[in-house]
């Protein structure tokens, strides 16, 4: 039983660089979401995904984008790093409404 | 900006002692939920209320929801060593489907 796995778990970008992170759960959840959390932030949302081929936007969207073509993965893309983006990701699931969510063990990204 | 705060930011505390954190929210709710992490590791469920309750037990965690004033705690009795950790409410905004934390309570129980 996996649950939620996040790859890769570390990573460092040059600025200007791009790069992919990917989720994968196997508990067939609908919801899938991605968060970042920096250092007395807490964390914040930047998109989620309600279903297979729906992305929507979350509070930090911007630099980021997101694709959920199969069920299972939810992608989260950057497409030209900045140093802002330097923190730790985290990916969840979760069935529909008033269940909990499953975390991944987050991706620690540097961007320099 | 984030749904909910949490108070205190941070707390220490000795072992045997109960740990109370507060979290306030802006918007209505489904559910709200209390996560743990453990430093530099995911998030772990502890405990969800769904908005038509006002308290919940799970072992040693309790949790109210008063939804009059946007607002839940939770409770930690008899603190061990082991409890030492950050501890996030979470909700489940009504009518958004998505799950939005807040910034979190850094908890230190010392032996």
């Known amino acids: 039983n996996a649950g939620v796995t996040q790859t890769p778990k570390f990573r460092v970008l040059k600025t200007g660089q791009s790069m992919t992170l990917l989720c994968a759960q196997d508990?067939?959840?609908?919801?899938m979401y991605w968060y970042r959390q920096d250092p007395g932030m807490g964390l914040r949302l930047i998109h989620y995904?309600?279903?297979?081929?729906?992305?929507a936007k979350g509070e930090v969207p911007d630099g980021y984008n997101v694709s959920r073509l199969k069920k299972q993965n939810f992608l989260l893309g950057l497409e030209s790093a900045a140093p802002s983006q330097t923190s730790v990701y985290f990916c969840?699931?979760?069935?529909?409404?008033?269940?909990?969510?499953?975390f991944g063990q987050g991706t620690r990204l540097t961007v320099v | 900006s984030q749904q909910g705060e949490e108070d205190p930011q941070a707390l220490s505390i000795q072992e045997g002692e109960n740990a109370t954190m507060n979290c306030s929210y802006k918007?209505?709710?489904?559910?709200l939920q209390w996560y743990r992490q453990n430093s530099g590791r995911g998030l772990v469920h502890l405990i969800l209320?769904?908005?038509?309750?006002r308290e919940k037990h799970s072992g040693r965690l309790r949790v109210t929801l008063d939804t009059s004033k946007k607002s839940s705690s939770l409770l930690i009795t008899a603190s061990r060593a082991a409890d030492t950790a950050s501890y996030f409410c979470?909700?489940?905004?009504?009518?958004?489907?998505?799950?939005?934390f807040g910034t979190g309570t850094r908890l230190l129980v010392s032996p």
């Open positions: 969840a699931s979760s069935p529909p409404v008033n269940t909990e969510a499953f």
């Open positions: 508990m067939n959840h609908e919801y």
């Open positions: 995904s309600v279903g297979e081929g729906t992305t």
């Open positions: 918007t209505s709710i489904n559910n």
């Open positions: 209320i769904r908005s038509n309750e």
């Open positions: 979470a909700t489940d905004a009504a009518g958004f489907q998505k799950l939005v």
